[in-house]
């Protein structure tokens, strides 16, 4: 059990993204190098190129979903998920500093300017043909984003793994995208929710029964013998993030450092990885546990920074 409070943690999940985003931001795709004796630090660069301590399209993403999260919307009605349509149409627009391949080929097949009641399900329309078409849309897209979700119906299991997996489907109709949102999503929900640290295993009671085959290797454990890059498929980046996440211990502050560390060591989508990390740790010990150095750093669309961000996270759960 954790001394935050159910506050602190929200605002730790949300805190926590952002902070493993623009660590992981400067090595993406080894656009810099990653020395492991120094540990990742925001000096921004990477593939924007990013100011020191910006967070990059995860974050952006995320603070699309946390804003409908927040207002009086529910984010799984449907004009909650309209709302979010808009936000990551608004999004692409005027703030996107680099879009991942599915969610570029689905929100740019819609009008920049849609706005009309349905733009929810022309989206979710729009992802499944591009999954009929390729076969292939389980990118760790959706999962790097998926962080706020977990805070809207905190003592809601059910309700909150629907939601994910809706909001997932907005841009990534493969069913392991929305699978993995639903595993991080618990984990987190309960994390927060109940002060304790949650995992993805947590979760696999709220995944259809047919799909849990697909997901054995995490109720086995065996997932830590598969390789952990490339992460750009969403099953491989969240075995990414749960092996950083338990590359920690002792004091909480430390352990986040330690884990985001662990993240960025990885290689490949470092940015991705260490937001995912960073949301469940964030989430584990409260926004106070991570290192002030980061939260009084970070920044980026649409104009916040780490004080604006805990207040968000704060305001969702309250
Ligand atoms: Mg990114």
Redesign the pocket.
Known sequence: MTTATRADRAAGALLGLACG?AA??PY?YATAPYDPQRGPEMIGGG?GPYAPGEW???TQMALCIARVAASNTPIDSPEGLDAIARGFLDWLREGAT?VGTQTRQVLGALQADDDGPGLAERMTMLAAELHARSGRTAGNGAL?RTAPIALAFPDDPERTARAARLIAELTHADPLAGDSCVLWCEAIRRSVADGVQGRPEDGFGLLPAERRDAWAALADGTWRQSALAPNGFTVTALYAALHAVEQTAGDPADSFRAGIAAAVALGD?T??IA?ITGSLLGAWAGATAIPAQRTGAVHGWPGYDGAGLRELGAYIVG
């Open positions: 985003d992981g931001v993406e593939l990059s399209d995860d680099d790097m989508d940015d991705t937001a």
